[in-house]
């Protein structure tokens, strides 16, 4: 292709490309993160055991521990937990729920809080005011309480058989809805901004209509703080899925995530068995950690001012 | 010039006013007990542009010259009075065609381009938006012509903005100011922020296209040096109303209206004849609250009781329509 | 010419940056005797601001001085460490810059800001401090200082506001004033304002003043001597009346001819006529190089319409050339 080498270029040369390159950290938490999403993702091919799969499991493999512990078994790196499960086959899958549950929060978040910012920043009057209260309300409350609160009313509100079904689209609504304050109030500013500027007017003139504008004009120039934004929210979004879990009003066992293992392997901290819940938690740490890093850089390059 | 049979004025602006509410918001009004606030930024304005010439509207920022622009081209709706286009009112619901006829160039050429656009399809914008072509073949053919026409390359197409220069972004709002075939362009100070060389070249570039497309230009402009050159007549801006309308020679040989002639004084004498520049005493009065009367007469060396009563109205003095007491009462001399 | 106040001397400004180094201020040298207004003019990019900002050692890092020197009455002040560099700024040198109203504090009052600067330079009470404030307030046009100068900034109009900004500059009276486009932001019938007020201030005090503007209209009008900066270096250095009306270097040239005249002066009987025959401005070709791509020889050269071969090569030094000194090969070969 006669365009690739231009294109590569482009990007080489690009002043995200060469902030990246000089900064280790960002790196190496990339390098994590991708470690972490591809193994999430590829769980069921790159698992040394399926861990759902009844048939396989043996409970006489219970509580085995890690293997470099005396009594480890080398076909079970990371131990086994009470019912004879792989512990890091369990995380691999847990992992893949947890990233699905927060990149689809995140999405959701996102969709909806740059969708209403872009439309108050743009119409203003009384939408505007509107949906600004909503979200101080909102504000007012954590993140958490909320997700809590939006999980027990559908808990209430749908039969009792379909609640394990459910379970992950309501999860990643509460968590969702928990998190567009954010994005609207960041996009709502830029786009007051952007909307005086004379770009926008000279598409007026041209005779665009609003929505056309707000699509084709604003919008791509206030993408730059949603994509920070929206790095730093998939980890805290993998932490609200992970506490609901924990507290155990997130996903059920029979579908674990990350915060699932944890607290099911927290029964077995203080009767020896720690590998159980520890390892979830270090998968946990190290996801987070690294995705937060990038978020963090990604802020900084971004940022003229800091440049 | 190709001059039209038709001697209607292409554009005509009927007492044209407009506010904006610059109040506190509602809450703060209800809280604070203070009142709804508004700032007449036109004031009574009427004027015509011929087909064909360069009508410049001048005075100091917060004049109201940049609010006339974007009324005219439909960006702000007008408040009191009525804006022809070709002998057709611009609130009419028929109107919206004619808006395609007419086009803008703005001041800040870091501002007015889409910095994530590609400078093809910010100039081709319009073709497409108006629906003027059908093929993207011709598209791209019209829109390497339009850059060619105003300096450029064909190539310079497929770059962003931030890879040109002040002056050559210029350029490139104007050609996509020109890819919708308009006959009316309104310029909003579309030099004020270029170096003097590169306004030059801005300058004679506008002067070009207008003698080969026959285009009519509004150009807004607090610089009278520039105006000068540009102009074929000259409207004088003070606190939203148009104080003088006069052919561009006559008003810079022969200004009527005070605060025209303050103007005049006030430009740098670059040609060192030694005349001292005069300074004016007094600034520009607080728009929200317009002194009564001619709102020139607090800095007016000439104003006597009825200019601080009676508000001047637009009376022809020889060719030119000034609205100033001591003009029509022969106080002023030449 | 008495012995010049401040000397600048093949002054180099560099500010390095991924794409290379950008040479904002390349070999440039200028002096000003005391009492003189020294105009430096250029388009944006030209090293005029830089260079007054590396006299008042306000040069932002990573950028720095990488060569040449900067003299003030006779002593070098390029080196000098920040808290001394400090002392000579305000006291010595006043600046003065575009935009009122980052110079002043929003959150102190007039008096505040003016007494504070006074006291911090001058050996004086803290009320001959106030009367002081009151009498430069009273000096730079406010009308009834006694009623305003206990205003914030904010309560002072555009051109109210730069007045103050040069009563504040004059506090410790300073022999040296650096301008940065006193006149760009207001209007121009307080432009006229601003530039009288400064004419006379300097005279009175026999303050120095270096004025840096795009605007040679202000030029005209304020300085006695003036340099046209371009792409960091020097062009052309002489009396005022002699660059605007005899101009030799052809950048000097080109400018002078782009800048729009009043086609009539104002009050010129009978020149109101009927046909108008527009003369298109003199131009010049192309933009100004990027500070990172700098042509060999003389840089004005590929805009140049008198060039030939030496430009392409050899960059051209300052020579005088009757009154004015002027860096070009055009003059190379005149006697001095």
Known sequence: MAVAPGWWRRAWDHDLAWSFRRSPVTIVATLLTLACFGGAAFAPWLAPHNPFDLATLNLGDAFAPPAWIEGGQPRFVLGTDDQGRDVLSTIMHGARISLGVGLAAVAFSALLGVSLGLLCGYVGGRLDAFVMRVADIQLS????????????????????????????????FSIGISGW???????????????????????????????????????????????VIGTI?????????????????????????????????????????????VFPGL????????????????????????? | MPIDRDNRPLVRLIAVGRDFDVSRPWLNRVLEGAPRQLLRAVDGVSLEVQRGETLALVGESGCGKSTVARLIVGLYPASQGRIEFDGVDLASPGAFALRRRMQMIFQDPYASLNPRWRVRDIVAEPIRVLKLMASEREVAARVAELLQQVGLVADDGEKYPHEFSGGQRQRISIARALSGNPEFLVCDEPTSALDVSVQAQILNLMTDLQQRLGLTYLFISHNLAVVSHIADRVGVMYLGRLVETAAADDLFARPRHPYTRMLLDAIPDLEMTGKPRTPVAGEVPNPLDPPAGCAFHPRCPHANERCRSERPQAIASGSALVACHAVTEGRLQD | MSAPLLEVRDLRVE????????????????????????????????????????????????????????????????????????????????????????????????????????????????????????????????????GRIDHYPHQFSGGMRQRVVIALALAAEPRLIIADEPTTALDVSIQAQIIALLKRLARDHGTAVMLITHDMGVIAETADRVAVM??????????????????????????????????????????????????PLAQIEGAMPRLNAIPQGCAFNPRCPRRFDRCLTERPELVAVGTNHVACWLYADRPR
Request: aromatic content about 4%; overall charge positive; cysteine-free.
């Open chain 3, 15 to 146: 500010f390095p940056t991924r794409r290379g180094t950008l040479v904002a201020v390349d070999g440039a040298s200028l002096a000003i005797a005391p009492g003189e207004v020294l105009g430096v003019v250029g388009e944006s990019g030209a090293g005029k601001s830089i260079t007054g900002m590396a006299i008042i050692g306000l040069i932002e890092p990573p950028g720095r001085i990488a060569a040449g020197e900067i003299r003030f009455e006779g002593e070098r002040i390029d080196r000098l460490p920040y808290e001394q560099m400090r002392r000579i700024r305000g006291r010595r040198i006043g600046a003065i810059f575009q935009d009122p109203l980052t110079s002043l504090n929003p959150l102190f009052t007039v008096g505040e800001q003016l007494t504070e600067t006074i006291l911090a330079h001058l050996e004086v009470t803290p009320a001959a401090a106030r009367a002081r404030a009151l009498a430069l307030l009273a000096e730079v046009g406010i009308p009834a200082p006694e």
């Open chain 1, 233 to 277: 929210h998939i980890g805290t979004a993998i932490i609200t899925e992970a506490t609901l879990s924990f507290l155990g009003v997130g996903l059920p066992p029979t579908q674990p995530s990350l915060g699932t293992l944890i607290r099911v392997g927290n029964d077995f901290l203080f009767s020896g068995e720690w590998w159980i819940t």
């Open chain 3, 230 to 279: 371009y792409a960091g270096r020097i062009a052309e250095v002489g009396p005022v009346r002699e660059v605007i009306h005899a101009p030799r270097h052809p950048y000097t040239t080109g400018l002078m001819g782009s800048i729009p005249k009043v086609a009539a002066p104002h009050g010129a009987p009978g020149a109101a006529s009927a046909g108008r025959k527009r003369v």
């Open chain 1, 181 to 227: 304050v954010q994005y609207a109030r960041t996009v709502r500013g830029s786009t007051l901004v952007e909307k005086n500027r004379e770009y926008v007017q000279a598409a007026r003139v041209i005779g665009r209509g609003p929505v056309a504008i707000m699509v084709h004009h604003v919008l791509p120039n206030v993408m730059g703080p949603v994509l």
């Open chain 1, 141 to 172: 409350f954590p993140a958490i309480l909320i997700a809590l609160l939006v999980d027990g009313v559908a808990r209430v509100a749908l039969p009792r058989e379909t609640h394990d079904s459910i379970a992950i689209p309501v999860l990643i």
């Open chain 1, 283 to 307: 998968a946990l740490i190290v996801l987070v950690l690294s995705v937060n890093l990038l978020g963090d850089w990604l802020r900084d390059a971004l940022n003229p001012k800091l440049r």
